[in-house]
C-alpha cells in the first residue's frame, strides 16, 4: 500500500510560480507511475501531468504545456511539479497520483491510477 502526501501549495499572484511535491512511503517508488491531477471548485478532476517510473516519459495537459515541468527523483520517492506563470485558472486542489507501472508509457486517465493523495491547495489571485 503506497501512501502520498503532497505539499508546496499555497496562494500566490498571476505570474509566479510554485513548486510542489509529493513524497511516497510504503511501497517501490521506481516501480510506480505517477501523475498530477486538479479539481477546481464545482468542476470535474482533470489530468495536469504524468511521468513514467524513470523519468523517461513525460505528458501534460495542453492548458499547461511550456508552464510546468513533472519531475522525479527516485532516490528521495519524490516527484515534483514545478509551476511557472500560473493564472487564476490554475487555482484548484492539486493531487497526486499512483499507479503501478514499469512502462516507459504514461497515461493521462484518472482510473488508471491506484493511489491517490489529499491534495494541496494552490490559489492563484489575479
Known amino acids: 500500500q503506497v501512501q502520498l502526501v503532497e505539499s508546496g501549495g499555497g496562494l500566490v499572484q498571476a505570474g509566479d510560480s510554485l513548486r510542489l511535491a509529493c513524497e511516497a512511503s510504503?511501497?517501490?517508488?521506481?516501480?510506480?507511475?505517477m501523475a498530477w491531477f486538479r479539481q477546481a471548485p464545482g468542476k470535474e478532476r482533470e489530468f495536469v501531468a504524468a511521468?513514467?517510473?524513470?523519468?523517461?516519459?513525460?505528458s501534460y495537459a495542453d492548458s499547461v504545456k511550456g508552464r510546468f515541468t513533472i519531475s522525479r527523483d527516485n532516490a528521495k520517492n519524490t516527484v515534483y511539479l514545478q509551476m511557472n506563470s500560473l493564472k487564476p485558472e490554475d487555482t484548484a486542489v492539486y493531487y497526486c497520483?499512483?499507479?503501478?507501472?514499469?512502462?516507459?508509457?504514461?497515461?493521462?486517465?484518472?482510473?488508471?491510477?491506484?493511489?491517490w493523495g489529499q491534495g494541496t491547495q494552490v490559489t492563484v489571485s489575479s
Open positions: 510504503g511501497g517501490t517508488f521506481s516501480s510506480y507511475g
Open positions: 497520483a499512483a499507479r503501478l507501472s514499469q512502462s516507459i508509457v504514461v497515461v493521462p486517465a484518472m482510473h488508471k491510477y491506484d493511489y
Open positions: 511521468i513514467s517510473w524513470s523519468g523517461y516519459s513525460t
